[in-house]
């Protein structure tokens, strides 16, 4: 897709995330399943919850604009998960390796965030006054796990791994 305007950049960034989400979807109860720590293993499965309506309002977003929901390849998402998954696999100490997914799963917020904090400005810009509030609400609940897991990883696992 040739980008050639605002509202080209949003609907290819709207795909790229769209992506990002659905290999994000697929990829928590792996994550889930890797943790030791129960706590950790709770929050990737409330997060798993979330990831599906935030897949299904991206949805709205790409109906609204008249557009159909499609994915672009997001080499960045591909490669964050990749690691997390080699991380789960080459790390043998439980406690350690629930460290490790917990930066792997702040990687994958932190780029969740800067994409929604894009996607917001843009749709704010092109006066997509619906998108906007759809994106703010899913960049909300980023930020609440990113925050989430640091205080997972301040309180207990990173102490654990220690």
């Given at each position: 897709m040739a980008v050639k305007s605002m509202n080209?950049?949003?609907l290819h960034t709207l795909k790229?995330?769209?992506?990002?989400?659905?290999?994000?979807y697929k990829s928590l109860p792996k994550m889930a399943k890797g943790a030791a720590a129960p706590e950790l293993k709770k929050a990737?499965?409330?997060?798993?919850?979330?990831?599906?309506?935030?897949?299904?309002?991206?949805?709205?977003?790409?109906?609204?604009?008249g557009a159909a929901a499609r994915s672009v390849r997001c080499e960045a998402m591909d490669g964050i998960l990749a690691e997390a998954k080699e991380t789960m696999e080459e790390i043998d100490d439980s406690s350690v390796c629930d460290a490790g997914i917990v930066a792997s799963a702040q990687t994958v917020e932190h780029y969740e965030i800067a994409r929604y904090g894009a996607l917001i400005a843009w749709a704010n810009q092109l006066g997509m006054k619906e998108a906007s509030r759809l994106?703010?609400?899913?960049?909300?609940?980023?930020?609440?796990?990113?925050?989430?897991?640091t205080q997972l990883a301040r309180q207990s696992i990173n102490q654990a791994a220690a």
């Amino acid at each position: 897709m040739a980008v050639k305007s605002m509202n080209d950049l949003f609907l290819h960034t709207l795909k790229d995330i769209y992506y990002a989400e659905k290999q994000i979807y697929k990829s928590l109860p792996k994550m889930a399943k890797g943790a030791a720590a129960p706590e950790l293993k709770k929050a990737f499965e409330k997060h798993r919850e979330e990831t599906e309506q935030q897949i299904e309002r991206i949805e709205k977003i790409f109906e609204s604009c008249g557009a159909a929901a499609r994915s672009v390849r997001c080499e960045a998402m591909d490669g964050i998960l990749a690691e997390a998954k080699e991380t789960m696999e080459e790390i043998d100490d439980s406690s350690v390796c629930d460290a490790g997914i917990v930066a792997s799963a702040q990687t994958v917020e932190h780029y969740e965030i800067a994409r929604y904090g894009a996607l917001i400005a843009w749709a704010n810009q092109l006066g997509m006054k619906e998108a906007s509030r759809l994106l703010s609400e899913t960049l909300a609940e980023e930020k609440k796990t990113d925050e989430l897991l640091t205080q997972l990883a301040r309180q207990s696992i990173n102490q654990a791994a220690a």
